[in-house]
Nanobody
Framework: QVQLVESGGGLVQAGGSLRLSCAAS????????MNWYRQAPGKQRELVAR???????NYADSVKGRFTISRDNAKSTVYLQMNSLKSEDTAVYYC?????????WGKGTLVTVSS
């Protein structure tokens, strides 16, 4: 079992930056692939960024070059650095942990980008 707690969301002006954190507890963090998803009002949840247990990363086309995902296994924490934020980045951001058939979710943190 893994518990995930996101933090770092808030209100920011377009062009600004935020750093989201997701603290994990309850299992061997380093074995999990960690993902950030987001869900905007009226839209489906979408994958924003992923970091594997080996450290490989990939990103949605809409955030490439602006967002950076990273993980600190010693702190059991995954981060999402978001730069050059746009109004279309407004969403609830969710942390997700995956290992084989295990799939865990945090409750989300709201990011609002004002234009």
């Amino acid at each position: 079992q893994v518990q995930l707690v996101e933090s770092g969301g808030g209100l920011v002006q377009a062009g600004g930056s935020l750093r989201l954190s997701c603290a994990a507890s309850g299992s061997i963090f380093s074995t999990y692939a960690m993902n950030w998803y987001r869900q905007a009002p009226g839209k489906q949840r979408e994958l924003v960024a992923r970091v594997t247990s080996g450290g490989s990363t990939n990103y949605a086309d809409s955030v490439k070059g602006r967002f950076t995902i990273s993980r600190d296994n010693a702190k059991s924490t995954v981060y999402l650095q978001m730069n050059s934020l746009k109004s279309e980045d407004t969403a609830v951001y969710y942390c997700n942990a995956q290992f084989l058939i295990a799939d865990y979710w945090g409750k989300g943190t709201l990011v609002t980008v004002s234009s």
